[in-house]
């Protein structure tokens, strides 16, 4: 089981809180044994700076304990080696630990410097000042009980205010859940609760309701549609069926009866076809079984699948190429959409000349199909396209799907199709595909 948002909002802030009071205490802890040390080294210094007289112990008072101060040699034994020379070459304060005591070694000037019996010697005289180590114990450890127990308080202070606001401010969040569930149609929209984030979430869901809604009645229209159209050539191949069989009839007529049935279930035929095309296109089989092809091989394909039908028809063809470029695409259901082009110039101008060209359009490839038939107006150029619209005469096969499948399957591939007059009389069909 998932955590709750509210415990992983707490984790992560409570954690961030904790790692941000560790790193201040941290850093405030060795600031502090950094101010005790120094204040211990400029209290030494103070004391070494008085410069006692010989066989004198200066003694001042520190905030953590007292200091004291003392001529010495540079052969005492309290001494390092090479401390002495090393502060009467630089002449500045020589600090260092010793175990449980501070040193600091000043060289300081006479202030009546005997007579020298020789160049060697030095003007100046050592002085010793010493001190108790600053230890973390004292210089931390009070902060350090103080801070952690404040800090306890905070956190926990810190992770109750903030659960109980992470509740309040995710109570809307659980309004709006409920209202999704009680959602019981497609026209139902959520209302618009709390902050702007999740009005935001509303917004987006109501937009998927909308779609869905708008998705549900398209199916629905579609389903009515092909029930309507599967109806007239069923209830037709059932009327044949039924006359041929209703009294014995001559070969001649059953030859009749037998071809009109045998044309209408072709019809049929076409249409559980273009029905089954437009759902593979609708859920997005195109991009399923794409290759690398040339756009002359799909229209060679195109054109033999629709030969017979334009020599029935005496639609001559001319194939031209201005370009042949490659494409990736799903080439079966590329050759239906050509198909489908062909055919409709086959169907609606009989006997006039058709010519598909092929030409190469930026990143993709045109397809135009060019017929000099009658054409048509310019405001059903568009209206072609929907399904199940038929225009022209009814007595004309077809179930109004082969255009809205050629556009599907163009639109899929990342181009579109259309249709426009023909200069100099006629229709000119469109199928671009990108690459």
Known sequence: MRPSLTRQVLVVALGGLSAALLVTGLITGLLLHWRATQSLDTALLAAAAHA?????????????????????????????????????????????????????????EEPHPPSRAAESEHPHALVLAEGPRVRWTQSVLPFALLYGLASVCVAVGGGALLSRRLRRAL???????????????????????????????????????????????AQSRFIAAAAHELRSPITALSGELELALRRPRPAEELREALGRAKETTDELRGLVESLLGLARVDAGQVELARQ??????????????????????GCPVTLTFTDDPEVSVNGALVEVALANLLRNAARYAPGAPVTLSVQADGEGVRFVVDDQGPGLPPEDHERAFERFVRLGDRATPGAGLGLALTRGIARRHGGDAWLEARPGGGLRATLKLGR
């Open 52 to 108: 006692p007289a010989p066989g004198e112990l200066l003694t001042a008072g520190h905030v953590e304990s007292p200091v004291s101060a003392r001529r010495v040699t540079p052969d005492d034994p309290a001494l390092g080696p090479g401390w002495a020379e090393e502060a009467l070459r630089t002449e500045r304060p020589q600090l260092h630990d010793v175990g449980d005591r501070r040193l600091l070694l000043l060289a300081v």
């Open 171 to 217: 109570q809307p969040l659980h309004a709006l859940a409920s209202a999704l569930d009680a959602l019981s149609r497609p026209s139902a929209r959520l209302p618009e609760l709390g902050p702007e984030e999740l009005g935001v979430v509303s917004r987006a869901v109501n937009d998927l309701l909308l779609r869905l809604q708008e998705s549900d009645a």
């Open 292 to 313: 690398v092809e040339r756009a002359s091989a799909i229209a060679q394909r195109a054109l033999r699948a629709e030969s017979a039908a334009l020599d029935a028809a």
